[in-house]
């Protein structure tokens, strides 16, 4: 995650940076600068203007389509960020859960009892980790589709690692229990923590194994697509080749909208825009290690 200064203007704004959308997508931003240009040159030398006139009614339609597919895509992003944002905010969440279960279990267990501190010190933070890189995975993300995988078979052959460490949390507090080490009140205290570890998980694979529906993604790319190539059409016989850099503008301007969507509709993965678990869970090791 790029983290810096929304106040200023010249910093990052007009410099490109490995979040930047323009260095993905500039081949299609050629060869539409390159399709409007000859659609341009076709209307101009041979359709002539004249006969042109006719078609005038589709700046209209390009008017009231304009004003769809602005809806479309303000709905596109809004969706893909509230994705995003949960995401973030359940990683908060487990970031409060594993320091309020470490604070709790230095208050409860002895102060010279090393070998449980250094246990809860240990598989705390590991939570955090294994989910990570659970959320990484390839089997995850295709959890809930309904074509078969096999070449991912050797990968989800009975492995869910965050559920092993969850279990280890609670074998061990209950062991303590058992031990007088843990009274039963304080067993029970532990449990929301502990059961909110679980919670967490199933919120992350939830965000990411359901993407947003295919037909509603679809839909969106290629009315984009249709706008986008009959633009030079309806505009040529007004703008003549300057037709060709308005709509690679345009086209510029919608296809990074719906790309900026793509990216952050899926917040645990490694691009630029994504949030960054390594460092969050980095993050938790160094709190639950201070306060045990």
């Not at 501190?117 to 980790?129: E, G, Q, T, V, W």
């Not at 909208?257 to 869970?281: C, H, Q, R, V, Y």
Request: net charge neutral; proline share 4%.
């Amino acid at each position: 995650m790029y983290i810096y200064d929304g106040k200023t203007w010249f910093d990052f704004k007009f410099f490109f940076s490995k979040a930047d959308t323009l260095r993905r997508f500039w081949p299609y931003l050629l060869a539409i600068f390159a399709y409007s240009l000859l659609v341009a040159y076709v209307e101009i030398n041979y359709l002539q203007f004249s006969v042109l006139e006719e078609l005038k009614h589709i700046n209209l339609l390009h008017s009231i389509l304009g004003f769809v597919i602005s809806l479309l895509i303000v709905f596109r992003t809004n969706t893909a960020y509230d994705r995003w944002w949960e995401g973030r905010k359940v990683w908060g969440e487990l970031t409060n859960t594993s320091r309020n279960l470490a604070i709790k279990l230095a208050a409860f267990l002895d102060s010279d009892d090393k070998d449980n501190r250094n246990f809860f010190k240990k598989y705390i933070p590991l939570y955090a980790d294994t989910l990570r890189v659970h959320l990484n995975e390839e089997s995850t993300r295709l959890t809930l589709d309904e074509k078969e995988h096999p070449e991912l078979a050797r990968e989800t052959k009975g492995k869910h690692i965050p559920n092993k460490v969850a279990k280890l949390l609670y074998m061990k507090t209950s062991q303590l229990n058992k031990e007088g080490l843990l009274t039963n009140a304080e067993l029970i205290n532990l449990n929301k923590d502990l059961s909110a570890f679980t919670d967490i998980c199933g919120k992350c694979e939830r965000i990411k194994n359901t993407p947003i529906p295919y037909s509603y993604s679809s839909f969106i790319k290629r009315f984009i697509a249709i706008y986008i190539l009959t633009l030079p059409i309806g505009y040529v016989f007004q703008l003549g080749y300057n037709v060709a850099p308005l709509t690679a503008f345009i086209a510029y301007v919608l296809g990074t909208l719906e790309l900026i969507a793509e990216d952050i509709e899926d917040p645990f993965g490694s691009d630029p825009n994504d949030l960054p678990l390594g460092k969050m869970a980095e993050n938790i090791n160094k709190h639950v290690a201070e306060i045990l």
